[in-house]
Nanobody, 127 residues
Framework: QLKFVESGGGLVQPGGSLRLSCAAS????????IGWFRRSPGKEHDGVSC????????YYKDSVKGRFTISRDNAKNTVYLQMNSLKPEDTAVYHC????????????????????WGPGTQVTVSS
């Protein structure tokens, strides 16, 4: 059974850092592009970042460029999202999701294109 488990969320002050992990079981991440999405109450899923399986190329939402870094460790079947210089507007539940593409592509931010989702981890940025 395909399964994702996200971890690493929590409460952090503005300017702080968190590293989210997305551990997969039941399938091999090598063959999937992996996206990170976030969702705030009353809003739709918002694409934050994506990493390709073919060459590890990464894509980011404009508002997180230079602050967030996505990476993958295929040996551990895990994808990470390093989040630095966090802002209150980054507060949300963060989900990882997988799509059986070798590259994220131009629609990497579209949640409907992803097949498998984790339950999410809460990130709260507040003083």
């Amino acid at each position: 059974q395909l399964k994702f488990v996200e971890s690493g969320g929590g409460l952090v002050q503005p300017g702080g850092s968190l590293r989210l992990s997305c551990a997969a079981s039941g399938f091999i991440l090598d063959y999937y592009a992996i996206g990170w999405f976030r969702r705030s109450p009353g809003k739709e899923h918002d694409g934050v970042s994506c990493i390709s399986s073919s060459d590890g190329s990464a894509y980011y939402k404009d508002s997180v460029k230079g602050r967030f870094t996505i990476s993958r460790d295929n040996a551990k079947n895990t994808v990470y999202l390093q989040m630095n210089s966090l802002k209150p507007e980054d507060t949300a539940v963060y989900h990882c999701a997988a799509v059986p593409w070798v590259s994220c592509g131009s629609r990497w931010y579209a949640p409907d294109d992803y097949d498998y989702w984790g339950p999410g981890t809460q990130v709260t940025v507040s003083s």
